[in-house]
């Protein structure tokens, strides 16, 4: 087994650094906030009556947080959109934004040309690509994300860049406090987390050990839901495991269900439950009977809960960063290189050259 304390293995086994992408998650908010104070969009896109965000994958996952943090403060319905096909409701009045890393996902730019048919109102996110061509030609605002990373290494822009098109439109309301304090909180987290960090102190290395072997089964509710999905996918990428997310209350009027066989489940998956501060109060409770049930049943499984507080804000983007290093030192632990994904590409790669009717 590898030790997670020796310096020597990160160079070794990460070579194209998803370690410094993970370590600048703070950095990426903090400059992404200020590189778009200069973003403008036109007043008329204040008026809409729904938002949809279209994305994949990594670009994806910054719209579900967002989406999960304010939905219900905002009077609109927000929909992540993860497919070609549009959803009927579009049409003027839907705010469209179409967010890619590469500004190449086929999925993206199908839904985004549609899009563009149907309303006025749309944003790109993106480093480039054919989605900037895109936005030029319908003359659409587009924000250039520039930060060289994997995708979902660069979610700090994306997370932060939806953010702050929501504030710009006074879909919520967020103050530049609110905004400092959370990349404090998240700066002085990260130092807790760092392989510097021996990991008798280090939450995320030990979380790690105790998953090796096991396939994660990650648990959130509310805001946290949909970090679990970005922990589950982080282990796809960066650990290359299998792993699967589900979702409180939901989880409690099925999956629980399903724990009596193969009988040997037990020894081949651990449960991460993330919880929230600000959880309502009745999944605090699903929470902790959950967690009795899987106890009961001798389960290995792991609560997770982020002090202090903060506000939601920042305890989601804490908790985004732990799984982020649970993930990488999983990663390690498995001597596989946690930047790249060969399937992802070899499958992007032959849809490329694949032939289209
Ligand atoms: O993490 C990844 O690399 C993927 O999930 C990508 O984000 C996904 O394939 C979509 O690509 P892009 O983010 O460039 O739109």
């Given at each position: 087994m590898n030790n997670l304390d020796n310096p020597k293995i990160y160079k070794k086994l990460d070579p194209e650094n998803m370690l410094g992408n993970i370590q600048e998650f703070s950095s990426q908010i903090e400059n992404c906030w200020i590189e778009m104070a200069d973003f403008t969009l036109p007043t008329?896109?204040?008026?809409?009556?729904n938002i949809l965000i279209l994305g994949m994958g990594g670009s994806a996952i910054g719209g579900d947080l967002v989406r999960s943090l304010v939905q219900d403060k905002v009077p609109v319905p927000i929909t992540v959109h993860r497919d070609y096909r549009l959803p009927?409701?579009?049409?003027?009045d839907t705010l469209i934004i179409a967010s890619s890393?590469?500004?190449?996902t086929e999925e993206t730019i199908t839904a985004f040309e549609q899009a563009c048919q149907k309303t006025p109102k749309t944003i790109v996110i993106s480093t480039g690509g054919k989605l900037a061509s895109l936005s030029r030609k319908y003359r659409c605002p587009f924000f250039k994300i520039r930060y060289g990373a994997q995708p979902r290494a660069a979610l700090g822009y994306s997370f932060t860049a939806i953010l702050k098109i929501f504030q710009k439109l006074k879909i919520i309301e967020i103050t530049e406090d609110e905004i400092k304090e959370a990349i404090l909180l998240l700066t002085a987290y990260n130092k807790k987390l760092?392989?510097?960090?021996?990991t008798g102190e280090n939450r995320a290395k030990q979380i790690a050990e105790k998953i090796l072997g096991r396939i994660p089964i990650v648990l959130g509710s509310e805001i946290l839901s949909e970090v679990a999905i970005r922990w589950k996918t982080q282990f796809n990428e960066n650990s290359k495991t299998i792993s699967f997310f589900e979702r409180l209350p939901e989880a409690?009027?099925?999956?629980?269900?399903?724990?009596?066989?193969?009988?040997d489940l037990k020894e081949k998956v651990i449960f991460l439950i993330l919880q929230s501060h600000f959880d309502y109060p009745r999944n605090k409770l699903r929470q902790n009977l959950t967690l009795q049930i899987l106890q009961q049943n001798h389960f290995s499984y792991e609560s997770i809960m982020i002090e202090p507080a903060g506000t939601s804000l920042s305890e989601m983007l804490r908790v985004i960063l732990l799984g982020d290093y649970v993930s990488y030192y999983l990663a390690i632990l498995y001597r596989?290189?946690?930047?790249?994904?060969p399937n992802v590409e070899y499958l992007k790669e032959r849809l490329e050259t694949a032939f289209m009717p």
């Amino acid at each position: 087994m590898n030790n997670l304390d020796n310096p020597k293995i990160y160079k070794k086994l990460d070579p194209e650094n998803m370690l410094g992408n993970i370590q600048e998650f703070s950095s990426q908010i903090e400059n992404c906030w200020i590189e778009m104070a200069d973003f403008t969009l036109p007043t008329h896109y204040i008026k809409h009556k729904n938002i949809l965000i279209l994305g994949m994958g990594g670009s994806a996952i910054g719209g579900d947080l967002v989406r999960s943090l304010v939905q219900d403060k905002v009077p609109v319905p927000i929909t992540v959109h993860r497919d070609y096909r549009l959803p009927g409701f579009v049409n003027s009045d839907t705010l469209i934004i179409a967010s890619s890393y590469s500004g190449n996902t086929e999925e993206t730019i199908t839904a985004f040309e549609q899009a563009c048919q149907k309303t006025p109102k749309t944003i790109v996110i993106s480093t480039g690509g054919k989605l900037a061509s895109l936005s030029r030609k319908y003359r659409c605002p587009f924000f250039k994300i520039r930060y060289g990373a994997q995708p979902r290494a660069a979610l700090g822009y994306s997370f932060t860049a939806i953010l702050k098109i929501f504030q710009k439109l006074k879909i919520i309301e967020i103050t530049e406090d609110e905004i400092k304090e959370a990349i404090l909180l998240l700066t002085a987290y990260n130092k807790k987390l760092t392989p510097e960090l021996g990991t008798g102190e280090n939450r995320a290395k030990q979380i790690a050990e105790k998953i090796l072997g096991r396939i994660p089964i990650v648990l959130g509710s509310e805001i946290l839901s949909e970090v679990a999905i970005r922990w589950k996918t982080q282990f796809n990428e960066n650990s290359k495991t299998i792993s699967f997310f589900e979702r409180l209350p939901e989880a409690n009027h099925n999956f629980i269900a399903g724990l009596e066989v193969p009988k040997d489940l037990k020894e081949k998956v651990i449960f991460l439950i993330l919880q929230s501060h600000f959880d309502y109060p009745r999944n605090k409770l699903r929470q902790n009977l959950t967690l009795q049930i899987l106890q009961q049943n001798h389960f290995s499984y792991e609560s997770i809960m982020i002090e202090p507080a903060g506000t939601s804000l920042s305890e989601m983007l804490r908790v985004i960063l732990l799984g982020d290093y649970v993930s990488y030192y999983l990663a390690i632990l498995y001597r596989v290189d946690p930047t790249k994904i060969p399937n992802v590409e070899y499958l992007k790669e032959r849809l490329e050259t694949a032939f289209m009717p």
